[in-house]
């Protein structure tokens, strides 16, 4: 990948790919950058970067963008309409899908729909929209049909991980090819503030509280949900279609210094995990510069200080979401983009201080047994069970609030 369009531009994973392609001055042009609201950081980075064109969510931000960036030749387009010209109408031949939540999934899939290589970050691509994303590969590409998952080992690869979890998995099997004897995928979680906290505990949490994440630095929302094992509920699932393993054969594990990523148990009995700093442009950096390795911004690792590596299994009675994840992924089709739905409507009101930690997972769970998937639905499907998740969901809140 040579020409670059960063998706998510101003958000966590868009400001360190920014750092990566900093420091190799000349190996990447900037085509294209998409951003939510934050103009300032936005037209600092055009200011840099030099892309051909940038999305906003809406025309406000393109009207105050335009008017600082003219006479830059800089093209600004606004709106869903916008993000997904960007992504597939923009020469440069790798996006990477750094938009969090659902609003990442249209531009995804038109970069894919496209033939761009996309560096997926954007979990709800595979999680709401997995059977979608899935059926689109295999039609544009008929040799993925023979490979287990969405995330092969082939130079010409159109879908590579970010998440760093789902990239220690890619490269723990790099190298094994297509006859692979994967015996088990165990993900790694560092388990969040919380861990070995007792449910009553839990029930008093702020959400200041569940914003210090021990280990990584991540955006709100996704820090929230590594502290309710969410995050890995969603990570279970999307393993599942980036490696084609079956829900019986994905593991989770705690690891509280988040120094390994994850591993590859073989059926040797052989396990290969991946190391490193808990520093996302590691993953982001391999993803770009895929097959090869790259000198890298991030620390490199020194064991000895580490000084010790522990593994513990996951509490599934005080942290049910990760029950959850399998749950949803097993019942398939619109499932997971219901589970997604309602757990983000229920993060939300978290967030706002309106609904008790615990009460998350207890909603996104009686959502997700309310909901009958269809199999292999359609994007229109899943935006329409997503659509319906959050209304159920902010029902059900409601309902809650009035007996407390
Ligand atoms: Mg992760």
Redesign the pocket.
Known sequence: MRDLIVLGSTGSIGRQTLDVVRSHPGRWRIQGLAAGGDVDRLEAQVREFRPRRVAVADEAAAGELRGRLSGEGTEVLAGTAGLVELAAGTPGDGVVSGIAGVAGLAPTLAALRAGKRVALANKESLVAAGPVVRRELRARYPWLAEAPGLAVHRADAPLLPV???HSAIFQCLAGEGASRQVARLILTASGGPFRGWSRQRLAGVTAEQALRHPTWRMGARITVESALLM?KAL?VIEAHFLFGVGYDQIDVVIHPQSIVHSLVAFVDGSVLGQLGAADMRLPIQYALTYPERWPSPAPGLDLAEVGRLEFEPPDRETFPSLELGYRAGRAGGTAPAVLNAAKEEAVERFLQGRLPFPAVAEVAGEVLAEHRPLAEPTLEEVLEADRWARERARSRMEAMAATW
């Open positions: 998440d760093s979890e995050n990570e």
